[in-house]
């Protein structure tokens, strides 16, 4: 498939499990740890015990436009999810992300590989008191590997390798 480029338009790190995620401008990411002060990279994070493909999560803006349209309409009404409140930590937009499951993508100078899909969970609807796993199945994100480490920035261009 073809696609791109696309742009990073968010990055949000947390430093614990459950704490509030905080925006950045850029972040350091450093293969097979993920950003640099983030809950996972320090092992402090929900599934950090679990063994998985995380070094980084993205979720689609196109997913949250979906939300807030009631999209397909499978819930009540509509559902405002905001950047910081979906806990991956790059929203990316114009990039398919169930597409590049095991393939290669850079983001700057930073190159990914696709792990998994990410599956939305009970955790994330209970801290937000919003009824998400329903509406996020099949388009909760994209769990990835960092390849090539380095420092990523929001407006950054999201490209196939």
């Known amino acids: 498939m073809k696609w791109g480029p696309g742009k990073l338009l968010y990055i949000h790190i947390a430093d614990n499990a459950s ?3 905080k925006e950045l401008s850029e972040a350091e990411l450093i293969v097979g740890k993920g950003i ?3 809950r996972y990279f320090k092992g402090t994070g929900k599934y950090s015990d679990i063994p998985d493909i995380r070094d980084i999560t993205i979720i689609e803006k ?10 397909p309409p499978i819930q009540e009404k509509s559902i405002i999810l905001k950047p910081h409140e979906h806990r991956r930590n790059l929203t990316s937009e114009g990039v398919p992300l169930n597409y590049l499951v095991k393939k290669r993508f850079k983001i ?6 696709g792990g998994r899909l990410n ?12 009824p998400l796993v329903l509406p996020l199945y099949n388009r909760s994100g994209l769990n990835c590997k960092i390849i090539k480490g380095g420092v990523i920035r929001v407006d950054d261009k999201i490209e196939a390798v």
Do not use: R
């Open 19 to 21: 704490e509030e995620m």
């Open 36 to 38: 640099v002060g983030d």
């Open 62 to 71: 196109e997913v949250l436009d979906a939300l807030k349209e009631n999209q």
């Open 108 to 113: 700057g100078e930073v190159i990914l590989e």
């Open 119 to 130: 599956f939305p969970c009970k955790y994330l609807a209970d801290l937000l008191k919003k």
